[in-house]
């Protein structure tokens, strides 16, 4: 029997997997297909959404779109995610090798897998238990291992880990996710869609405009310098949250709930307004679930600063000051900046938020004029 093995993370499972899947049946024309989700792919990230979650995604979207005579002989197998642990690909393959001992195995992965292969568990016994082919993404150029045959064509240049941030961000991922797919991430509330779907109850337009601006600006910045990418869009999402409120809401909540504000009393007679970035901390954390504590503290420093930030703390203060939203005209400046040194950034949006200030005559806050003194004496 030739037994065509897909495996994959699947997070989540796109018109480029369907794609190849198709192209290696059509090509090698196998008697059974088997799809396999992995639990956690050994050499990626733990995956966003759990693995029930992800074969249902591959069931509708990669099987549920073969055409008929091919999906009459395919297949989910679930061995891998109903172990709840890491399983590498030589295990799957030794085990459906042990199944079927004169049978022939073929395994099909893109060009990216395909290149670390060298870094796969016992890759000599790998190239002994199947044949191994791979499908190339335009203009990747990633070299493969001489014991890869590579499929005809071109196939769709799309990365899971893009699709799940544009849907983090509400971005239209129609063109790389198949209507079964998408339905299953909205119905499920995967990769922040629930988040999404909060902010726009609970924000005015604008203000969930410009959140979707901050995250993604701080989510660009955070891949720039090191950051985490993840914890980057969380926090730009969620850094206005407290502005559902009126500024005396926001000072009645910060006294209710006895947030730690430095003179609180002393910022509620500046301006409740400043105590969003605090109350918005605390609704991430309380409503949110937000419990880590860089996101926490990057939400609730964006505003008045501090003397301590750390990489993410400045990511966000800057992504916030100057997102694509924003109209002040040094804006796209410091944003252009920004990818280069985010310090030299940092000090320019201080300034313009001190400028801003004083050109309406409003106080300024301790906090945030002991942090420009901080910077202009660098």
């Not at 073969?66 to 679930?78: E, G, N």
């Not at 499920?188 to 979707?212: A, F, I, T, V």
Request: proline share 6%; aromatic share 6%; with cysteine.
């Amino acid at each position: 029997m030739k037994t065509l093995v897909f495996g994959g993370s699947f997070d989540p499972p796109h018109r480029g997997h369907s794609s190849l899947l198709r192209a290696a049946a059509e090509r090698l024309r196998p008697d059974r297909i088997l799809i396999v989700p992995a639990y956690r792919a050994p050499l990626k990230d733990s995956p966003s959404a759990a693995a029930a979650a992800r074969a249902e995604m591959a069931r509708r979207g990669i099987l549920g779109r073969l055409p008929a005579r091919f999906k009459r002989i395919a297949r989910l197998d679930l061995s891998e995610t109903q172990a709840r642990r890491p399983v590498y690909t030589v295990e799957t393959l030794a085990r459906l090798k042990r199944e079927d001992p004169r049978g022939v195995l073929y395994f099909v992965c893109g060009q990216d897998s395909a290149a670390s292969f060298g870094k796969w568990k016992d890759p000599a016994r790998l190239k002994s238990l199947a044949a191994w082919w791979y499908g190339s993404r335009p203009g990747k150029r990633s070299p493969v291992p001489a014991h890869f045959r590579k499929l005809p064509g071109l196939f769709p240049d799309i990365s899971s880990t893009e699709l799940r941030n544009a849907l983090a961000l509400g971005q239209d991922c129609s063109d790389a996710l198949c209507p079964e797919v998408l339905a299953s991430v909205r119905r499920l509330g995967l990769y922040g869609c629930d988040l999404l779907k909060r902010l726009g109850r609970d924000l005015s337009p604008s203000r969930c405009e410009h959140s979707l601006n901050v995250a993604a600006l701080a989510e660009a910045l955070a891949r720039r310098h090191g950051a985490d990418a993840r914890k980057a869009r969380f926090a730009g999402l969620l850094h206005d949250i407290g502005r559902r409120m009126t500024p005396a809401k926001m000072a009645a909540y910060a006294r209710r709930r006895r947030l730690k504000v430095p003179r609180l009393e002393e910022t509620c007679r500046l301006g409740p307004l400043l105590l969003h970035a605090h109350v918005s901390a605390d609704l991430a954390r309380r409503e949110f679930k937000i419990l880590d504590s860089e996101v926490l503290s990057a939400i609730r420093k964006h505003t008045l600063g501090d003397l301590r930030l750390g990489l993410l703390d400045k990511i966000v203060y800057v992504a916030d000051a100057c997102s694509h939203d924003r109209r002040h005209p040094a804006s796209s400046g410091i944003r252009a900046l920004a990818f280069i040194d985010l310090d030299a950034a940092l000090k320019l949006c201080v300034a313009a938020k001190l400028q801003h200030a004083l050109s309406r005559g409003a106080g300024l806050h301790f906090l945030t004029a002991s942090l420009w003194n901080r910077l202009a004496a660098r």
